[in-house]
């Protein structure tokens, strides 16, 4: 089930990436901690681009949708390699805002994700 499979591959992975980017990376270290769960995240929207498991994956939509998402989480990569942060957080947002454009369209009783980037000072 689709829902299964978020909570036990997404949901770490989006932890970890939700807690990456709280924080402005310091070293090449801390932006690897960036880079590493959103590829891993991209990578995973592989597996939902090829689900069938319910009629509504067989559309245009669904494929649509899981490219949006694994080009956001890709996007997230392309501002790291580049070490900017607040680039890195818009698109952390963006992909954020995909996921749940995916959940409301297609999975309901998904819970809407809610990105923690504080503010920079």
């Not at 689900?51 to 890709?74: C, F, H, I, N, V």
């Not at 805002?97 to 809407?112: I, L, M, T, V």
């Amino acid at each position: 089930e689709n829902a299964e499979l978020m909570e036990q591959l997404f949901g770490p992975a989006y932890g970890e990436l939700t807690r990456a980017v709280a924080t402005k990376p310091v070293d090449r270290k801390a932006w690897r901690t960036i880079l590493d769960p959103a590829r891993r995240l991209a990578e995973l929207t592989n597996l939902v681009y090829f689900r069938r498991g319910k009629q509504y994956m067989a559309t245009p939509e669904w494929s649509a949708a899981a490219d949006a998402s694994r080009k956001t989480l890709l996007a997230i990569g392309d501002a790291v390699k580049q070490q900017n942060y607040e680039l890195t957080r818009k698109r952390y947002e963006a992909a954020v805002e995909s996921c749940n454009a995916c959940h409301k369209k297609f999975e309901k009783e998904a819970p809407e994700l809610k990105p923690y980037v504080p503010d920079v000072k």
